[in-house]
């Protein structure tokens, strides 16, 4: 019962941090969504690299590793980390700038004036969501299963919690987890809007990049039986089998396409939110040069425990946890699984939290992005500003967000797939939009309609290769472009940048006014 009393005393302490920021909320709707423009560079770094890494950084990571050993570093880790601050540096701070002159406070309000198209909104808006639910659903999946293997054991004597595997029975089962997660965010994002969203992110981001180095060495420690960190680390290293050790079953082609993914950052909607809550522009100074080294912090220990796990060092199957009464290993347990077995119940407890403070630290903002652009695009875009009041507003803001966990709920109970799959999927539309954003802040040139077929073509060729790999089924799925070997994110980037640009070339520029308005220069 010692890591259930921790995971419990833990969620107990955010709720805590939310109604103390809610106590601070003025009652306005800039101050829900935006916390008026306050944050300063420290929260800003710390809520953007929360809020970048999640359940797929830390939980996909690791499983991913475990099945395709430690070049999962390379595909996705390395590139994130330059990549990420360079859309912070030109996205960011450009679109930062822009809200602060137009009064924007979601993406959808920005490309309405820039392509001067209402009909963008409606347009991009399902999309956005659409995409943002299966992103939700990577933390509501993993939280769950996270709980499930850190109280394994807790509750022998509930029929209704026993399982199959020993990993697992007498937990929490997976539904009731996810939902007490769901109801934890929801609390504090519900009372203490952006203020609360932020204090949170960073309170949570400190705990899981100091617990989780304090989790690779307490796992290296014990699973290499030397008496240093660096002799276990040089043990476990030798123990790595060459097929883990390497990439050398991926074609360079695909491994490079990856690179492609991390360039979703410029379109998540919960990230624009972020930027525009900056004081000033140089809020941004900070995270631009840290957030590579923090990502580096966060994935190493990930990758490298995921890659042990594959090691003689680890016990092998049954103990491994497995999915059901079958052979197959369950990747997204991997994590839980080795903290749980391999360090004492208060460290595992308290190691958990961790694992939940980086879940946590992006549903909080993707959940209020998404009421945020409720009822600003749809409901008072289209009712008139003055219609509502500010109060009713944040109602609005605030009964979309309930509707938006209890929709995320409801699909995690559904058969819960690879989260690093599911993640890559997601990453992959959101990077496939990235030449909209870029295109709207640096060309002059971008119409409404290449916009109108850049998204069509992005979201019907995302459908089309989502659909021919099963649903997401086949988790090796790959496309043949030009005789090369790559990964679907490939084809649609292609096809949104020929779809921009070809339509953009033979239809009518916006006016005069409009690029003055965005090109002051």
């Not at 450009?94 to 409606?122: C, H």
């Not at 956005?128 to 109280?151: E, K």
């Not at 807790?154 to 109801?183: H, Q, Y």
């Not at 790959?478 to 033979?506: C, N, Q, R, T, W």
């Amino acid at each position: 019962m010692t890591e259930f009393w921790i995971i419990v005393g833990y969620l107990s302490l955010l709720l805590m941090l939310g109604l103390m920021a809610s106590r601070m909320f003025s009652g306005t709707k800039s101050d829900y969504q935006l916390a008026s423009h306050s944050i300063g560079p420290f929260l800003l770094l710390m809520s953007l690299f929360g809020t970048t890494m999640t359940a797929f950084a830390l939980v996909g990571s690791t499983g991913e590793a475990f099945k395709e050993g430690i070049g999962v570093y390379g595909m996705l880790a390395s590139s994130s980390g330059i990549i990420h601050s360079l859309c912070f540096f030109l996205i960011g701070v450009k679109v930062w700038s822009l809200a602060r002159k137009n009064g924007y406070s979601t993406q959808i309000q920005y490309f309405r004036d820039r392509l001067e198209s209402d009909g963008i909104g409606l347009l991009l808006f399902p999309i956005l969501v659409g995409l943002v639910i299966p992103y939700l659903l990577i933390g509501v999946i993993s939280a769950g299963t996270v709980i499930q293997n850190m109280t394994a054991g807790a509750f022998p004597n509930i029929e209704s919690f026993a399982t199959d595997t020993r990993a697992t029975s007498g937990g929490v089962p997976p539904s009731i987890g996810s939902l007490v997660i769901c109801l934890v965010v929801l609390c504090y994002v519900f009372f203490g809007g952006m203020r609360g969203t932020a204090w949170a992110n960073a309170f949570q981001t400190i705990v899981f990049m100091v617990l989780g180095i304090v989790t690779f060495c307490v796992i290296a420690n014990q699973l290499g039986g030397k008496d240093s960190l660096l002799e276990n680390l040089q043990s476990l290293g030798e123990a790595i089998s060459e097929d883990k050790a390497t990439r050398s079953h991926m074609s360079k082609t695909k491994f490079f396409s990856y690179l492609l993914i991390p360039l979703s950052v410029g379109m998540f909607p919960h990230l624009f939110q972020h930027w525009l809550t900056a004081k000033s522009a140089s809020s941004f100074k900070l995270p631009v040069v840290a957030h590579p080294a923090f990502i580096m912090i966060v994935w190493v220990p990930c990758v490298l425990v995921g890659v042990w796990a594959t090691t003689s060092l680890v016990p092998p199957k049954p103990p491994l946890p497995t999915i059901g009464d079958s052979d197959v290993v369950n990747s997204n347990a991997i994590l839980p699984f080795l903290v749980k077995t391999q360090t004492t119940a208060w460290l595992g407890g308290l190691l958990t939290a961790g694992i939940l403070a980086a879940i946590m630290s992006s549903l909080d903002s993707q959940f209020l992005c998404l009421g945020t652009m409720f009822s600003t695009d749809i409901v008072t875009h289209y009712a008139g500003k003055d219609r509502y009041s500010d109060r009713q507003q944040v109602l609005l803001t605030r009964g979309f967000i309930i509707a938006i966990v209890a929709i995320t709920y409801l699909c995690s109970l559904a058969q819960p797939k690879s989260v690093f799959t599911l993640g890559v999927w997601c990453f992959s539309g959101f990077s496939s939009l990235f030449p909209l954003v870029f295109a709207a802040v640096y060309w002059r040139g971008l119409t409404k309609w290449g916009s109108y077929a850049s998204v069509l073509a992005t979201i019907s060729a995302w459908i089309y290769l989502f659909r021919e790999s099963g649903w997401g089924a086949n988790r090796s799925y790959v496309i043949d472009l030009g005789g090369y070997e790559v990964m679907p994110v490939a084809g649609i980037f292609l096809a949104s940048v020929v779809a921009l640009v070809g339509v953009s070339m033979v239809t009518k520029a916006p006016s005069d006014a409009t690029l003055k308005k965005f090109f002051a220069d």
